[in-house]
């Protein structure tokens, strides 16, 4: 429970701050169509587990599979090749200030006969400390696997201007972002979602701190950090 409006709340939240995500949409799948195709159903030790039919979270693909290639792991030494590599430190403000449980996932894409890859940032549903909607701060919960992604950060600048979309992003447009998920994604339980928004309402003042706690660990992750604490 909880996981789909996690990944469309966070989604939603991310687009809002301008970061490369992929376009969600909440995808109404008919019985109809579950029984007609073969790939809506789960084979399980022998048994076959139908999907169910109603209100899910479609993703789209960051890019067409027969117009160009995505990779979901990435060798650090072709991370030149990433022509956004600086909004990786923009997904961390967004990381921080929705309490990602989980490392940070990103898809690589590029186009045919294009050089550069882009980054674009997937699966959001451990934000919010996955189902307990809670925020249980650790500075190494909600990063990248490895430092290189973080070489460019050099001051507070590097963050920017996704630190200062989320700082400054209008409380309507988190309720707005919160109200399109369908009740039945968290049981209904809209007392347990409001609360949520107005947590995230709130933590949007102490995003910086908690970025500061993550450059101060024994990760070490901004070797290039020159700006005075």
Not at 4 to 20: D, H, K, S, W
Not at 70 to 98: H, I, Q, S
Not at 165 to 183: F, Q, T
Request: net charge negative; hydrophobic share 45%; with cysteine.
């Amino acid at each position: 429970m909880r996981v789909l409006a996690n990944e469309m709340l966070a989604t939603r939240l991310a687009q809002a701050a301008g970061l490369p995500v992929p376009v969600t949409e909440v995808v109404e799948v008919s019985d109809w169509l579950v029984e007609h195709t073969a790939e809506l159903n789960i084979q399980l030790a022998g048994t076959t587990i139908r999907c169910q039919p109603g209100l899910h979270f479609g993703s789209r693909y960051v890019v067409d599979p027969l117009q160009g290639q995505v990779f979901d792991y990435f060798p650090t030494a072709m991370l030149e090749r990433v022509r956004n590599l600086e909004a990786f430190a923009g997904m961390l403000v967004l990381d921080k200030w929705t309490g990602n449980a989980n490392g940070r996932q990103a898809a690589f894409w590029r186009k045919m006969r294009e050089r550069k890859y882009t980054a674009a940032f997937i699966d959001q549903g451990y934000c919010f400390n996955a189902g307990e909607w809670n925020f249980p701060d650790y500075p190494m919960r909600g990063v990248y696997a490895h430092n290189e992604v973080y070489a460019g950060v050099q001051s507070w600048n590097s963050f920017e201007p996704w630190l200062a979309n989320i700082e400054k992003m209008e409380a309507d447009s988190i309720w707005a972002a919160a109200s399109d998920i369908p009740p039945e994604w968290y049981g209904s339980e809209w007392a347990a979602l409001e609360k949520l928004v107005c947590c995230l309402i709130q933590r949007r003042t102490r995003v910086r701190e908690l970025i500061m706690a993550f450059r101060l660990s024994q990760r070490r992750p901004f070797p290039c950090w020159t700006e005075d604490a």
